[in-house]
Protein backbone atom coordinates (compact mmCIF):
# COMPACT_ATOMS: atom_id res chain seq x y z
CA UNK A 1 0.00 0.00 0.00
CA UNK A 2 1.17 3.62 -1.13
CA UNK A 3 1.92 6.46 1.02
CA UNK A 4 -0.34 8.47 -1.88
CA UNK A 5 -2.98 10.78 -0.48
CA UNK A 6 -6.10 11.72 -2.31
CA UNK A 7 -7.10 15.19 -2.16
CA UNK A 8 -10.37 15.01 -3.44
CA UNK A 9 -12.62 15.12 -0.02
CA UNK A 10 -10.13 19.08 0.91
CA UNK A 11 -9.55 19.98 -2.90
CA UNK A 12 -11.77 23.33 -2.38
CA UNK A 13 -10.47 24.03 0.82
CA UNK A 14 -6.91 22.97 0.52
CA UNK A 15 -5.51 26.43 -0.42
CA UNK A 16 -6.75 28.08 2.72
CA UNK A 17 -5.95 25.56 5.19
CA UNK A 18 -2.22 25.40 3.64
CA UNK A 19 -2.83 29.52 3.96
CA UNK A 20 -4.12 29.24 7.68
CA UNK A 21 -0.89 26.95 8.21
CA UNK A 22 1.67 28.36 6.50
CA UNK A 23 0.69 31.57 5.82
CA UNK A 24 2.70 31.93 2.04
CA UNK A 25 5.69 30.63 2.87
CA UNK A 26 4.80 27.32 1.16
CA UNK A 27 4.27 29.23 -2.29
CA UNK A 28 7.33 31.10 -1.45
CA UNK A 29 9.09 27.98 -1.37
CA UNK A 30 7.72 26.67 -4.04
CA UNK A 31 8.21 30.22 -6.25
CA UNK A 32 12.00 30.52 -5.26
CA UNK A 33 14.05 28.80 -7.55
CA UNK A 34 11.64 28.65 -10.91
CA UNK A 35 14.40 31.52 -12.30
CA UNK A 36 16.51 28.76 -11.88
CA UNK A 37 14.66 26.18 -14.16
CA UNK A 38 13.64 28.29 -16.48
CA UNK A 39 14.99 26.60 -19.39
CA UNK A 40 13.57 23.46 -19.31
CA UNK A 41 11.75 21.81 -22.22
CA UNK A 42 10.40 18.84 -20.87
CA UNK A 43 8.71 18.82 -17.43
CA UNK A 44 7.44 16.32 -14.98
CA UNK A 45 5.60 18.07 -12.20
CA UNK A 46 3.81 15.22 -9.79
CA UNK A 47 1.42 15.89 -6.91
CA UNK A 48 1.67 19.66 -6.87
CA UNK A 49 -2.33 19.90 -5.87
CA UNK A 50 -4.17 23.39 -6.99
CA UNK A 51 -2.50 24.66 -9.77
CA UNK A 52 -1.08 28.07 -8.02
CA UNK A 53 2.91 26.36 -8.93
CA UNK A 54 2.30 24.77 -11.76
CA UNK A 55 0.46 28.51 -12.99
CA UNK A 56 3.67 30.21 -11.55
CA UNK A 57 6.20 27.54 -13.72
CA UNK A 58 4.40 28.31 -16.65
CA UNK A 59 4.85 32.00 -16.23
CA UNK A 60 8.69 31.57 -15.33
CA UNK A 61 8.93 29.28 -18.45
CA UNK A 62 7.60 30.19 -21.24
CA UNK A 63 8.31 26.78 -23.59
CA UNK A 64 8.31 23.97 -21.63
CA UNK A 65 5.55 21.38 -21.88
CA UNK A 66 4.52 20.11 -18.73
CA UNK A 67 3.04 16.24 -17.80
CA UNK A 68 0.87 17.45 -14.42
CA UNK A 69 -0.10 14.06 -12.25
CA UNK A 70 -1.97 14.18 -9.13
CA UNK A 71 -3.90 11.36 -7.44
CA UNK A 72 -6.75 13.63 -6.75
CA UNK A 73 -9.04 14.45 -9.51
CA UNK A 74 -10.32 17.44 -7.80
CA UNK A 75 -6.56 18.78 -7.62
CA UNK A 76 -6.38 18.49 -11.43
CA UNK A 77 -9.89 19.98 -11.66
CA UNK A 78 -8.13 23.37 -9.64
CA UNK A 79 -5.09 23.10 -11.53
CA UNK A 80 -6.31 23.14 -14.89
CA UNK A 81 -8.82 26.10 -14.03
CA UNK A 82 -5.89 27.66 -13.01
CA UNK A 83 -3.12 27.17 -15.28
CA UNK A 84 -4.70 25.72 -18.67
CA UNK A 85 -4.31 23.53 -21.29
CA UNK A 86 -2.15 25.58 -23.54
CA UNK A 87 1.07 23.59 -22.20
CA UNK A 88 0.09 20.72 -19.95
CA UNK A 89 -1.07 17.42 -20.40
CA UNK A 90 -2.89 16.34 -17.32
CA UNK A 91 -2.73 12.69 -15.49
CA UNK A 92 -5.40 11.13 -13.00
CA UNK A 93 -2.64 8.89 -11.78
CA UNK A 94 -0.60 7.51 -8.63
CA UNK A 95 2.93 8.31 -9.70
CA UNK A 96 3.98 4.92 -8.37
CA UNK A 97 1.89 3.63 -10.89
CA UNK A 98 2.25 5.61 -14.24
CA UNK A 99 4.36 4.20 -16.81
CA UNK A 100 6.76 7.13 -17.89
CA UNK A 101 8.84 7.71 -21.26
CA UNK A 102 12.57 6.68 -20.52
CA UNK A 103 14.58 9.82 -20.87
CA UNK A 104 11.82 12.05 -21.33
CA UNK A 105 12.34 14.88 -19.42
CA UNK A 106 15.07 17.41 -17.95
CA UNK A 107 13.21 18.48 -15.14
CA UNK A 108 11.40 17.00 -12.48
CA UNK A 109 8.72 19.12 -9.66
CA UNK A 110 8.11 17.78 -6.02
CA UNK A 111 6.55 20.17 -4.00
CA UNK A 112 5.68 19.35 -0.42
CA UNK A 113 5.14 16.00 -2.30
CA UNK A 114 7.90 13.50 -0.92
CA UNK A 115 6.55 13.50 2.54
CA UNK A 116 3.64 11.28 1.51
CA UNK A 117 5.99 8.36 0.81
CA UNK A 118 7.37 5.99 3.81
CA UNK A 119 11.43 4.89 2.76
CA UNK A 120 10.29 2.21 0.97
CA UNK A 121 7.84 3.75 -1.41
CA UNK A 122 10.27 7.13 -1.86
CA UNK A 123 12.77 4.72 -3.14
CA UNK A 124 10.63 3.34 -5.39
CA UNK A 125 9.41 6.56 -6.95
CA UNK A 126 12.77 8.09 -6.93
CA UNK A 127 14.21 5.16 -9.23
CA UNK A 128 11.61 5.04 -11.47
CA UNK A 129 11.21 8.65 -12.08
CA UNK A 130 14.95 8.74 -12.44
CA UNK A 131 14.79 6.18 -15.93
CA UNK A 132 12.58 9.16 -17.06
CA UNK A 133 15.11 11.87 -16.89
CA UNK A 134 17.47 12.44 -19.78
CA UNK A 135 21.54 13.48 -18.84
CA UNK A 136 21.83 16.43 -16.98
CA UNK A 137 18.27 16.50 -15.82
CA UNK A 138 17.48 18.47 -12.54
CA UNK A 139 14.72 17.73 -9.89
CA UNK A 140 13.37 20.88 -8.03
CA UNK A 141 12.56 19.91 -4.11
CA UNK A 142 10.52 21.57 -1.44
CA UNK A 143 9.93 19.50 0.91
CA UNK A 144 9.61 18.91 5.12
CA UNK A 145 12.94 18.21 6.61
CA UNK A 146 12.67 18.50 10.65
CA UNK A 147 10.15 16.11 12.12
CA UNK A 148 8.33 17.35 15.14
CA UNK A 149 4.87 17.89 16.67
CA UNK A 150 3.53 20.20 13.41
CA UNK A 151 4.51 17.36 11.21
CA UNK A 152 2.90 14.72 13.48
CA UNK A 153 -0.22 17.08 13.17
CA UNK A 154 0.05 17.35 9.62
CA UNK A 155 0.37 13.61 9.14
CA UNK A 156 -2.73 12.85 11.78
CA UNK A 157 -4.65 15.60 9.79
CA UNK A 158 -4.13 14.54 5.84
CA UNK A 159 -4.26 10.68 7.25
CA UNK A 160 -7.92 11.58 8.74
CA UNK A 161 -9.11 13.70 5.50
CA UNK A 162 -7.10 12.07 2.32
CA UNK A 163 -6.04 8.66 3.19
CA UNK A 164 -2.44 9.09 3.98
CA UNK A 165 -0.99 6.37 5.90
CA UNK A 166 2.45 7.80 5.84
CA UNK A 167 3.02 8.76 9.70
CA UNK A 168 6.87 10.24 9.80
CA UNK A 169 9.34 11.67 7.22
CA UNK A 170 11.49 9.57 5.33
CA UNK A 171 15.08 11.63 4.46
CA UNK A 172 14.57 12.72 1.07
CA UNK A 173 18.61 13.30 1.00
CA UNK A 174 19.74 9.91 1.34
CA UNK A 175 17.06 8.30 -0.68
CA UNK A 176 18.56 10.82 -4.14
CA UNK A 177 22.13 10.46 -3.11
CA UNK A 178 21.87 6.73 -3.42
CA UNK A 179 20.16 6.96 -6.56
CA UNK A 180 22.93 8.93 -8.23
CA UNK A 181 21.07 12.69 -7.20
CA UNK A 182 23.21 15.44 -5.49
Given at each position: ?75 LELARARAGDGRVRYHHADALAMRFEDGAYDLVVTHFFLDCFGARDQE ?59
Amino acid sequence: MTGTMNCDAIAPWYRWLEYAGFGRALERRREALLGDVADARRVLVLGDGDGRALAALLRANLRATIDYVDVSAGMLELARARAGDGRVRYHHADALAMRFEDGAYDLVVTHFFLDCFGARDQERLVERVGCALSPGARWLVSEFREPGLFVAMLYWFFGITTGLRTRELADHHETFERNGFR
